[in-house]
């Protein structure tokens, strides 16, 4: 037994390929930093391309987000407006996030 493990073959795994996250089956990347998904909801950290599309089209994107029945970012919600850094949004219209 110990001379055939001592000439045995060993098993190759790629580097790469032992590490990698397997990706979701069937599913495509959603880019929430674009109009088309930006405030969506999701878990994860919000992204500084994100924040700054929600910041600088805000009232476009709560728009289409009304429209496809999914929750709206309110101003008022303190979790909304850390999670997209809108403190200075809510105080230019008057919203107290405190």
Same mark, same amino acid.
């Given at each position: 037994?110990p001379q $055939?493990?001592?000439?045995?073959?060993?098993?190759? +795994?790629?580097? =790469?390929? !032992? /590490? !990698?996250?397997? +990706? =979701? =089956?069937? *599913?495509?990347? +959603?880019?929430?930093?674009?109009? @088309?998904?930006?405030g969506?909801?999701?878990?994860?950290?919000?992204?500084?391309? &994100?924040? =700054? #599309?929600?910041?600088?089209?805000?009232?476009?994107? %709560?728009? *289409?987000? &009304? !429209? @496809?029945?999914?929750?709206?970012?309110? #101003? /008022? %919600?303190?979790?909304? +407006? %850390?999670?997209?850094?809108?403190?200075? #949004? !809510?105080? &230019? *219209?008057? $919203?107290?996030? /405190?």
């Open positions: 037994m $055939i493990l001592r000439t045995a073959k060993r098993a190759y +795994v790629p580097a =790469a390929t !032992a /590490t !990698a996250r397997p +990706v =979701a =089956a069937g *599913r495509d990347k +959603v880019n929430y930093a674009s109009l @088309e998904h930006a969506k909801p999701h878990k994860g950290r919000t992204q500084d391309a &994100e924040k =700054a #599309l929600v910041r600088a089209h805000f009232d476009q994107i %709560n728009q *289409r987000l &009304e !429209a @496809e029945g999914i929750r709206t970012i309110d #101003l /008022t %919600n303190p979790d909304h +407006v %850390n999670r997209y850094d809108l403190h200075i #949004l !809510a105080q &230019e *219209r008057g $919203i107290s996030t /405190t």
